[in-house]
Every structure is written in structure tokens, then in C-alpha cells.
């Protein structure tokens, strides 16, 4: 949320032998930089302006998520969107609900809860219940809703933004990934297809003699005492997701966003996350005249190990 840094570049001159500093402090124009990370090909095009709703109309969300592709949210679950605001001053959010006939059904904005230069928008389905007129029912009739961002002050908005509400019936459950993305904000994506939880249990052992010494000063053998003795375990749990079948452009967005992400959260139910860690050392982004639609298989290390209590 605070992933903006302010700077300047002050300049004094020195003249002489030994040098000695004359005239006073130059400054230039504070200039403010996010938390973003482009590759060089996509650093050399960049212009900041395209993502910032302050200076036109019809800017661009923080994500690079292909907008020919559907995006989906189910309605317990978060989403997140976000934009660059270079005026610094309030920007609202505004909400449209639509049926599968592309009707409006309902639409209401609220203010950013926050006025810094780069704004992350909680705009989840229950977050939009919870701080808006539009109530659960409308949501129950809703095919997609989209989002936009407006400066007040200049009137200036964003593009609109589309989210498909994930009504699939399937037998298994749904799993939310949010990632830090090359923006410095969050993408997310649902993998709803079978999921499987594994576990690494490793034993810490030790050798004892395989007898006892008895209350009656006798040393005695027996089958329970045992040699080698586990005095303590530790596990480590993995968790395999397979993504829908999707296409080319919407793979290839999630591989690269996701598997390149340092920062990558599970979401456990809607605003509550854990951390985890993508075992990952190599992507192909693959092409649709070979492999047809896709499917991912992510696995995940979960990051919090189990330490057994001593036997």
C-alpha cells in the first residue's frame, strides 16, 4: 500500500586547491518512484502516464493481464486493482453489475480509503456489499461487473475494468493465488481444478542400548524398549494446483507474472492469506498451434513447518 518513494538530487559546487564549497544547495523536482520491476524490453516503452488516471482519460490498471482475455473473481473470494495517481488527490472507485444479458442490474463508488500516488483497490465482491449500496441479491443475479477509478478533481478516469463472477459447479475446491506483479501490486487467479496436499515427514533418531536397568538392579532385555528411538519429527507440506484450460495469452500472463512474482500468498477465505513459496526453476511459455488450450500445475512449498514435541 505504501509502495511509493519520494527523491531529489541536491548539488553544490566546489572550486580551488583544496576544493572549498561555494554558492548554496541546487535542488531538482521531487520525483517519485513504486515498487516495480520490468523486464528491459518492457522498461524502455513504459510511460507512466499510460497507468495514470490524473492525467487523461481511459488509463490502464497496474496488471498485464491480457484484456481479450475473461478475468474471474468467485464471490467469496479477493480481488484487487489498482492505478497511478500523480495529483495525489482523491480518486474514487466506481462499480458496475451487469446480468448475462449485459443489463445494469446496479452500480454505486465509494472513496479510495486512501490519497497517496498509487492506489491498491480492495474491489472483492463482499468488500463491495460491505461498503456500498449494492446488497447480496444483486450480486446474485450479476454475470460480470466491472471496476473504474475516477480523479475528482480532474474527472479523468481509468478503463473499465471487467470481472466474471466464477459460478462453476465443480467438485472440487477453488484455490486463490495473489502475487506481487511486475507493477509492484497484486494479480491473482482461482485454480479450480483437483488439488492435492502432501507432506515430507523426517524423523530425528538416535541408538540406545537395546536393554534397561530394572528397579531390582537387573539389566533387562525386552521388545519395547527398542534400539533405534525417534526422539523428535518435523514436516513440510506441499500443495499441487491444476489451473481450467485456458489460452495461450492468459497462460502465458500467468507463468511469467506469477513464477517471476518474489512475493506469492495463498488465500486461505477472502482477506485472510498465507504466505507460500512457487517450487519453480523454469516456465515454457507455450503456443496454442502445439499444445491446443493449456493447463498449469503449480506446486507450492507451504512455508510453516511442523516440529513434533519431543517423544
Given at each position: 500500500?505504501?509502495?511509493?518513494a519520494?527523491?531529489?538530487?541536491r548539488?553544490r ?33 513504459f510511460?507512466y ?11 490502464l ?8 482475455e ?5 464471490l467469496?473470494?479477493?480481488n ?7 495529483n ?6 466506481y462499480v458496475?453489475?451487469?446480468?448475462v444479458?449485459g443489463?445494469?442490474i446496479?452500480s454505486?463508488?465509494?472513496a479510495?480509503t486512501?490519497?497517496a ?12 456489499i460491505s461498503?456500498?449500496t ?11 461487473y466491472?471496476?473504474?477509478?475516477r ?10 475494468f ?17 502475487w506481487?506483479?511486475k507493477?509492484?501490486?497484486w494479480?491473482?487467479?482461482?485454480f479450480?481444478?483437483y488439488?492435492?496436499?502432501?507432506t515430507?515427514v ?9 536393554g534397561?536397568?530394572s528397579g ?8 519395547e ?13 506441499t ?6 484450460w485456458i489460452?495461450q495469452?492468459?497462460?502465458n500472463?500467468?507463468?511469467?507474472s506469477l513464477y ?8 486461505i477465505?477472502?482477506?485472510v ?14 503456443q ?9 500445475v ?9 516440529v513434533?514435541q519431543?517423544s
Open positions: 500500500m505504501n509502495a511509493i519520494s527523491y531529489s538530487i548539488v559546487e566546489k572550486y580551488g586547491d583544496p576544493p572549498v564549497e561555494v554558492g548554496s544547495w541546487v535542488s531538482s523536482n521531487t520525483v517519485r518512484a513504486f515498487n516495480g520491476s520490468l523486464r528491459f524490453v518492457d522498461w524502455l516503452s510511460d502516464t499510460d497507468y495514470d488516471v490524473a492525467s487523461g482519460n481511459s488509463k490498471m497496474l496488471t498485464a493481464f491480457p484484456r481479450t475473461q478475468h474471474y473473481c468467485g467469496t473470494e479477493s484487487f486493482l489498482s492505478i497511478l495517481v500523480s495525489n488527490l482523491q480518486t474514487n472507485i458496475y453489475l451487469y446480468d444479458n443489463s445494469l446496479a454505486d463508488n465509494m479510495s486512501s490519497t500516488y498509487l492506489i491498491v483497490g480492495d474491489v472483492s465482491p463482499q468488500t463491495i461498503n456500498m449494492i446488497t447480496s441479491g444483486d450480486f446474485a443475479d450479476c454475470y460480470y466491472e471496476v473504474q477509478f480523479n475528482i478533481s480532474t474527472g479523468f478516469q481509468t478503463e473499465l471487467r470481472t466474471y463472477i466464477d459460478r462453476e459447479c465443480s467438485m472440487y475446491d477453488s484455490k486463490r493465488l495473489h506481487l506483479n507493477f509492484g501490486v494479480d491473482s487467479y482461482s479450480n481444478k488439488s492435492e496436499e502432501k515430507q523426517k524423523s530425528n533418531q538416535y541408538s540406545s542400548e537395546r534397561v536397568w531390582s538392579n537387573t539389566f533387562d532385555y525386552n521388545r524398549n527398542g534400539e533405534r528411538k525417534t526422539y523428535s519429527k518435523t514436516a513440510n507440506d500443495l499441487t494446483l491444476n489451473s481450467d489460452k495469452d492468459k497462460h500472463w500467468l507463468v511469467r517471476e512474482s518474489p512475493r506469492v500468498y495463498l488465500e477465505t477472502q482477506g492469506f498465507e504466505l507460500v513459496n512457487p517450487m519453480v526453476t523454469s516456465y515454457t511459455m507455450k496454442r498451434v502445439r499444445y491446443g488450450l493449456l493447463q498449469e503449480v506446486n507450492l512449498e507451504r512455508t510453516y513447518s511442523y513434533s519431543l
